[in-house]
């Protein structure tokens, strides 16, 4: 009736995690705003058989507090048509904790709008299992590096100290020279030195990107986009930076720590151009977000003078009203206006 393509629960779930141990399956339909768990589900989440109605809400407080991915929160889940995978801890009602593996798949219509989440939970709690999930991972990176040549990775330091694999096989030269000279494959272009602006991105609060042509392993040339987006802690410090790298002309659909990092790179301009398109007050914004009206006043006129955690607030609030943030050419984002998460 949506367009929507129904799938089980298990459908396009990565084979390796049937084989990590005790694994649980939930279903959230968005239309109707109902809930099915398997059986295997609720030795995980410590909760008794039948005694229990599902409800995704209960399995997301259930995530412990230090290790809650934002990807998790039921408004990222219900409004985004993609849910990066996660490992993280369930703290049980008896106080029992357990490491989970997590994989969820979204429907959507035709236009994009979700539907459905298809979730599943492996219990990898025994380390040789968590240690078996990590490899399954890194050999899906692998592949999409080895097909596209594009990879994700994050840094903690800059100046660098470390170089990822990737970028070392990408370029094909040593570490070490690296370091002393981290622009090195990059062919001299017009303006600024390379080493200059790669110095700019690091020091900026905001997602950043250059289109330099880099002299590959192979012997090729090809252009490609460096976008980094900086993750900012609560303080407002930056905490690390996450790197998309791949040809210019891949697509991007950022998710995990990547699409976090841009919607804290947003500007005042972005939401109140977000506002306008809901032809919402300020009051609304605040009535929706949760975030006191004299906020939204001082973020509107100064996004930084706001806390990080009520600018998360306040995005999630406009997405789940509708609004889109995309990404287009090199960092820019751009706003528009979709259609409502059902609630």
Known sequence: MYGGVPRSLSYDVPSQIKHFGIVGH??????????VWSPGLYPILGLPDGLIRPDYTLLFRLIHPDDCPRTM???????????PPSIFR?????SGICTVMSRVEVTTTPNG?????HGILADISVPAMLARAEAAQRQRDQAIFDSVRAFTSTTHTFPFT????????LVGLPESELLQDPARPFLRGEGAPWSARIGGMYASNHASYLLPDLRLANG?????????????NDAGQIESWTHFIGPIQLRIRPTGRLLLGLEQSLEAGHIRAARALLDWSMADLSGASGVSLSTIRRLEGCIASVSVANRNQVVGALRNAGIVFSLMGGATIAVSKGRQIAG
């Open 26 to 35: 939930w279903h959230w339909d968005f239309v109707g705003n109902t809930h």
């Open 73 to 83: 929160e039921p408004d990222f889940v219900r409004q985004s048509d993609t849910v």
């Open 90 to 94: 369930i703290v049980r009602p008896d």
């Open 113 to 117: 709008r979700p539907l459905s989440a």
């Open 162 to 169: 470390k170089f990822s694999e990737k970028w070392l096989d």
């Open 220 to 232: 090729d040339t090809v252009r490609y986009r460096l976008l980094v987006a900086p993750l900012l």
